[in-house]
């Protein structure tokens, strides 16, 4: 239809460009929360309180026990590209693994209605301020957009509400909002094995039961117990291995050759952020192959700490999936010692049959 004369090219309007990068950024409630709860723990919480509505369509809501913001930093929170985690170039090489260089709160506010309550230790009252596409907003046509003073306990409240109101086609993609709701529940479980000293609960709002519970003080193997049950948590092995070599250090839980599940649970952290990884998956389903009945499964928890330099930082914002140097190296150091580890259980175990 449209031959001839081509089309003149234009730039797009700004907001338009962040809108359509938010929505690839953020494709599912899960990921803003995920955001929310790093921003959380990176703040030093010690108490995360979570609240979600239609699977986090509706609201998504974070209280955290952390530093509080800045009122004065309030202004630029929600603008791309501004964060207190990094200042040079060379920063930037070693945290920004993971799409997310002070964008995760400038994207929430292109597809959602953003809301912040922050107190600081030293401030004498919290602070309240409404976000839509990067900047400040008044909470109703007409009001002021600068921050408003209120009663609040030390920490931070973020507030996100009908996520995707402006992408109708992704908002009616969303078939059932207890599928989102269980993507939620097992991010904030995966968190609330990995965050030691910090406590997480996380229900729907308006009901008074909570599908998480964990206490600050819950060791690790407890907040297994109460999120995935007492029959992985009374066969898991304490284990920990590092390789100069390769600048990595792991360490873990795994269920022992006496557990067996229909699929694997892998819990895995790269530098404290909750990555997928198929690689370690496979291998480490390789490992335990050789242990388990056909057909099982175990469960896996590990934190993988590498030199941040060392992490490949050219990866697609979108990829939860992450890429590091030497992987091939690491990995198989990792289920050699995942291998000892069992092979020592299991022989303790045909050594007491035996006697
Ligand atoms: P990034 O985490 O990459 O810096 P974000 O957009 O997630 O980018 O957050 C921007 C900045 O807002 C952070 O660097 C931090 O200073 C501040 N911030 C966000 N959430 C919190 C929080 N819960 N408590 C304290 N500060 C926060
Ligand atoms: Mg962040």
Redesign the pocket.
Known sequence: ANQGQPRRIKALDPNVVNKIAAGEIIVAPVHALK??M???V??G?TSLEIVVKDGGLKLLQ?T?N????EKD?LAI??ERF?????QKFEDLQSI?TYG????????ISHIAHLSVT?KTKSSTVAWRAYYESGKLSPPKPGQSSDPKPVAGRQ??Q?TVEDLFYNIPTRRRAFRSVSDEYNKIIDMVGRYAVHCAHVAFSCKKQGESSTSIAIQSHATRSERVRQIHGGSVASELLEFSTSDARWHFTAEGLLSNANYSAKKTILLLFINHRCVESSNIRKSIEHTYSSFLPKGGHPFVYLSLQIDPERVDVNVHPTKREVNFLNEDEIIQAICEHIRSKLAAVDTSRAFLTQT
């Not at 952390?66 to 913001?69: K, L, S, T």
């Not at 260089?101 to 400038?106: K, M």
């Open positions: 955001e929310l790093e921003n959380a990176d703040a919480a974070i955290d952390g530093c509080g913001i930093d929170l929600c501004t964060t207190s985690k990094l920004a997310f260089r002070g964008e995760a709160l400038a994207s922050t920490g931070t973020i």
